[in-house]
């Protein structure tokens, strides 16, 4: 069962939380995170991407970066910046996009559970993009960026939530993204009490998003677990900071695919076999762009879209990866027609989150692309059957928005 334990949070002081927060970390690339910075010199960005603090020509890997962060993070608790939790408690993060809102409980997790599959994965990670955040982890002494987890609605958890949130917040502001996040406090012992107990009772929980930072709090606490041969399981480096959402308040946006170039094939020749693989028809009105319903996707090439319906001989539901309309485009269409043998690591392809729209799509064919693919959704039920299965998703088969900030909520190890 799962050990979703409380703990005493380091956080902003009231007035501060709007400006401290910040999207993670690897939203931005440097130069995007540096132009954050110089506008909002207190975001989390500072501390979350210290190399924005030094010039171009220091690697954004040496050693003084990750230093940095520590210097910062640690300052700024000194001077009040931020404030110690005087008590192990749990946090309600509520995030309200266009009118849609969800609430996840921040707390944190156990890399025991991570180790042996009652926190599910449903991507693979590369060791490279580890590294970086494996070194800041274990320099500042503590993660500052959540892991999104997600959960089966459960009851119980939801009594506590609907009960916390009739209280004043903690925290209250909108991001210049529009979004409004809300934070309370659970204090009570009988709330945090009967929190730790309905998890207790959850069997299965499932990483949304942040596998590479998963994995790197787990290696952290993996090592100081070697540090620390006498460790009792008590540490905080035993459990890495989170929030969990029940699954029925969380929405999956499409993750589009680009091409760079159509493998050699005109325009009609690839339309041609487009068509020997799924049935085609053209659009003529632009709300019709996006999909609307498993099966289907849309094509855009030369001005012109399509949208391509998945047969009903090619549906593999006893294979939940292979049934995805991802895995389908992948298979029958990108690696034998295209040539995208690993969508991974081929630098023909690219990937558009469903937030940016479709003009995107458009966008980039008009500027270094040949023909995109605007796809539906994966489902939550989708991405918790491939887990529990024990099964990966294709490379970029989800995108979840909104998107957790951090410097809300740090734990220290």
């Known amino acids: 069962m799962a050990e979703i334990r409380p703990f005493v949070s380091i956080r902003p002081q009231r007035g501060k939380a709007a400006e401290i927060a910040a999207l993670p970390y690897d939203v931005y690339n440097r130069e995007e995170a540096t132009k954050e910075v110089e506008r909002h010199p207190q975001s989390f960005l500072s501390i979350d991407r210290a190399e924005t603090q030094f010039p171009l020509s220091v690697d954004m890997y040496d050693d003084k970066v990750y230093e940095r962060a520590h210097d910062t993070l640690w300052q700024w608790v000194e001077d009040g910046t931020f404030l110690t939790e005087d008590k192990k408690c749990y946090y309600l993060y509520e995030l309200t996009m266009n009118g849609r809102v969800q609430t996840g409980v921040a707390a944190c997790a156990s890399i025991d559970d991570y180790e042996n599959g009652i926190i599910k994965k449903h991507e693979n990670t590369r060791a490279e993009k580890e590294v970086d955040r494996i070194r800041h982890v274990d320099v500042c002494n503590a993660q500052t960026g959540p892991i999104f987890l997600a959960y089966r609605a459960n009851d119980g958890i939801r009594r506590i939530v609907e009960k916390t949130k009739q209280g004043e917040p903690e925290y209250d502001f909108t991001s210049e993204d529009g979004v409004r996040h809300r934070v309370f406090v659970i204090r009570?012992?009988?709330?945090?009490?009967?929190?730790?107990?309905?998890?207790?009772?959850?069997?299965?929980?499932?990483?949304?998003?942040?596998?590479?930072?998963?994995?790197?709090?787990?290696?952290?606490?993996?090592?100081?677990?070697?540090?620390?041969?006498?460790?009792?399981?008590?540490?905080?480096?035993?459990?890495?900071?989170?929030?969990?959402?029940?699954?029925?308040?969380?929405?999956?946006?499409?993750?589009?695919?680009?091409?760079?170039?159509?493998?050699?094939?005109?325009?009609?020749?690839?339309?041609?076999?487009?068509?020997?693989?799924?049935?085609?028809?053209?659009?003529?009105?632009?709300?019709?762009?996006?999909?609307?319903?498993?099966?289907?996707?849309?094509?855009?090439?030369?001005?012109?879209?399509?949208?391509?319906?998945?047969?009903?001989?090619?549906?593999?539901?006893?294979?939940?990866?292979?049934?995805?309309?991802?895995?389908?485009?992948?298979?029958?269409?990108?690696?034998?027609?295209?040539?995208?043998?690993?969508?991974?690591?081929?630098?023909?392809?690219?990937?558009?989150?469903?937030?940016?729209?479709?003009?995107?799509?458009?966008?980039?064919?008009?500027?270094?692309?040949?023909?995109?693919?605007?796809?539906?959704?994966?489902?939550?039920?989708?991405l918790f059957a491939v887990a529990d299965a024990g099964l990966l998703m294709p490379p970029k088969s989800t995108w979840f928005e909104p998107k957790l900030r951090s410097g809300l909520f740090i734990h220290e190890i």
């Open 188 to 382: 009570e012992d009988a709330d945090i009490a009967a929190i730790h107990e309905a998890f207790a009772g959850v069997d299965s929980i499932y990483i949304a998003d942040g596998h590479h930072r998963a994995a790197s709090a787990v290696k952290v606490g993996q090592k100081r677990r070697k540090e620390h041969p006498g460790y009792t399981g008590e540490e905080e480096f035993n459990y890495f900071l989170s929030v969990l959402f029940p699954d029925d308040e969380l929405m999956i946006m499409d993750y589009n695919r680009v091409i760079r170039d159509l493998n050699g094939y005109s325009f009609k020749g690839l339309y041609r076999e487009v068509e020997k693989r799924f049935d085609v028809e053209e659009i003529t009105g632009a709300e019709d762009t996006r999909p609307k319903e498993r099966g289907t996707f849309c094509m855009y090439m030369e001005g012109h879209w399509f949208s391509c319906h998945i047969r009903q001989e090619d549906r593999t539901p006893e294979d939940p990866v292979a049934d995805l309309d991802v895995s389908i485009l992948q298979n029958k269409l990108l690696e034998p027609v295209l040539g995208i043998r690993d969508p991974k690591t081929d630098g023909r392809i690219d990937f558009v989150g469903g937030i940016r729209g479709m003009d995107e799509l458009v966008r980039r064919c008009e500027q270094d692309c040949a023909v995109a693919f605007a796809m539906y959704p994966t489902s939550i039920a989708e």
